[in-house]
């Protein structure tokens, strides 16, 4: 597959994606809490974890509702905690995705309230009355669960804020960065194996995949917030190096992290070549874009 049929692919797979996601997300809610759900899960962001459902999905041969679904789900737990982690008891963020964080235009309070609907919403979406069997709802369920709670995501972040002006060696770091960042992407990738037949040795393929592949975009994440303007990440640049929080460039050093984020990349290339699935091409340039974006 070449350039112009990946972006071809990404095009068409993310007016789906949004479609599918505009209708989910309500907004009639309540006090205006829908317009704030609806601020912060639509109209930007790169999608990456919607996109990996998507592919998994197709690599395995699955079944295209459910994956729709699942990556939908995801979003909104992503959304979620950028909503939680920009605000003023977290990170403390002004700008996020090239316009005012959700705390900032909504308040404080309401922005809370927005990241916990949305939340709720993702396992709403994943177990729908009808198109989804019901053990694999409990499948994808336990998955997005198990990589947003205490041993994924709220754990890392927790980490991540215990560990401001502390030094931090390799290992720890990457367990922080694992939990935080690494295990949602990875369990998008299981997600969408999720929705398929997929074997023992195609599951663990996909599962170093997706491992290696959370593990460098954190990896750039760190290396574009001290290469990179504001304007072109679309966040405030350089808030971890003013925050004096463990970073992999301040750890490693800027040219070791990008040694290690190429390290990674060929990683998640070799475990989808271990894999036996006979196109994994969208697998393998998603893991491209992850390491050579820009923002």
């Known amino acids: 597959m070449d350039a112009k049929d990946f972006d071809r692919w990404v095009d068409t797979s993310l007016t789906a994606f949004e479609a599918v ?4 997300v309500p907004a009639n809610a309540p006090a ?42 995801v979003e909104l737990i992503h959304a ?4 939680h982690d920009d605000m003023p008891c977290m990170d403390d963020d002004v700008m996020r995705r090239g316009k005012p964080t959700t705390h900032v235009q909504f308040g404080e ?4 309230l927005a990241g916990d609907a949305m939340q709720a919403l993702a396992f709403d979406v994943l177990t729908p009355d009808s198109g989804i069997a019901p053990a694999l709802q409990a499948r994808l369920c336990a998955l997005l669960a198990r990589s947003a709670g205490h041993d994924g995501m709220a754990g890392g972040q927790a980490i991540d804020l215990a560990s401001i002006g502390k030094p931090l060696d390799e ?51 760190d290396i574009l917030d001290v290469t990179q303007e504001s304007h072109v990440l679309g966040k405030t640049a350089g808030k971890d190096q003013d925050a004096n929080k463990p970073t992999y460039v301040s750890v490693l050093g800027l040219k070791e992290a990008r040694a290690l984020a190429q390290k990674l990349r060929a990683e998640a290339k070799a475990a989808l070549a271990a894999s036996g699935l006979t196109d994994v091409s969208h697998l393998s340039l998603l893991a491209d874009s992850v390491v050579e974006r820009d923002n």
């Open 171 to 221: 290992c720890t770091l990457r367990d922080m960065h694992r939990r935080k960042t690494g295990v949602l992407l990875q369990a998008s990738v299981m997600m969408g194996a999720a929705c398929g037949p997929a074997s023992t040795q195609v599951t663990q393929a996909l599962s170093d995949y997706g491992a290696a592949l959370g593990l460098a975009f954190q990896v750039v994440d």
């Open 109 to 112: 309070a309401q922005a809370m």
């Open 32 to 73: 205006g809490l829908g317009e704030a759900m609806r601020y912060a899960v639509l109209g930007g962001g790169k999608r990456l974890r919607p996109l990996l459902v998507l592919a998994s999905c197709a690599a395995v041969g699955g079944d295209s509702f459910a994956a729709m679904r699942a990556a939908c789900a």
């Open 21 to 24: 996601l505009d209708s989910l």
């Open 80 to 83: 979620y905690s950028l909503v």
